[in-house]
């Protein structure tokens, strides 16, 4: 080989020499020298989830259901309350000038549209047309209405189980409050408080004409409406300041089911503990 290639070759030696020298002793290149050489990764709608992932759903409906229980939702709850009382003692009066026509006109038209199985369909809808989008905020929206929606069916089935309010037309004890009433007004929060009032004031316009044709079927008094407005608010506006936090821990993916047997002298049983 002559002395020109030789020449060459030299700094090619040294080059390798010494990358490996300094993985010998500095254990190689730093991960943030790498990560700097690295091209970022694009950021996809997934990656900016944050809580709202399908995996954490059940996680989100219990904190949803015990972030109720908090002090922003304590002046709408008194509100409600108190608006709630007040229609208690119009009941007849209003159910008299409302004049329920069973079966014909919009009352019954708005009855099937507020009900379970359109309610349903329309939310799953959205909650899966929401897991395509790339869209953060109806993403979000789409995620929150799933999630406010199950979680009031939890609050409303609960409340009427423990009423046994006898509905004006004496059909059954289910009377108070009005589901469908609840399920609009939570909607309805949920898109007023991810788009404004500029789609907040038709959703609650729309959500008020649900209970009203309620109360137009005869299926619910002027209280059991506005019981379920206050509730559908409550909820729709927890669900979405729970579901807004920020992760405190980046590994917690889920809620955790935990069971652990008791044995002391005077006591046996199981401990079980659910986190979320």
Known sequence: MDDHAIRRRIPKCIAALTL????????????????????????????????????????????????????????????????????????????????????????????????????????????????????ARFRAASYDMLDAAVMNAVYFQSIKLVAQRTRPNGENNQSFPSGHTSNAFALATVAERHYGWKIGVPAYLLAGAVGASRMKQDMHYFSDVVAGATLGYIVGRTVVRVNSRPLADGSRKGASFNMAPIVARHARGMQMSLTF
Not at 25 to 32: C, K, R, Y
């Open 20 to 135: 490996a020298a300094s993985v010998a002793l500095g254990g190689g290149v730093s991960a943030a020298e790498q990560t700097a050489t690295e091209p970022e990764k694009p950021k996809t709608a997934a990656t900016e989830d944050g809580r709202r992932t399908v995996h954490r759903l059940p996680a989100n409906l219990g904190r949803g259901i015990v972030g109720v229980f908090h002090r922003d939702t304590l002046v709408p709850l008194v509100i409600g309350g108190v608006a709630t009382g007040g229609a208690w003692v119009l009941d007849e009066e209003m159910r008299d000038w409302i004049n329920p026509d069973p079966g014909e006109g919009w009352g019954q038209t708005l009855e099937t549209a507020g009900g379970a199985v359109w309610s349903g369909v329309f939310v799953g809808s959205l909650f899966t047309a929401g897991r395509i989008s790339k869209n």
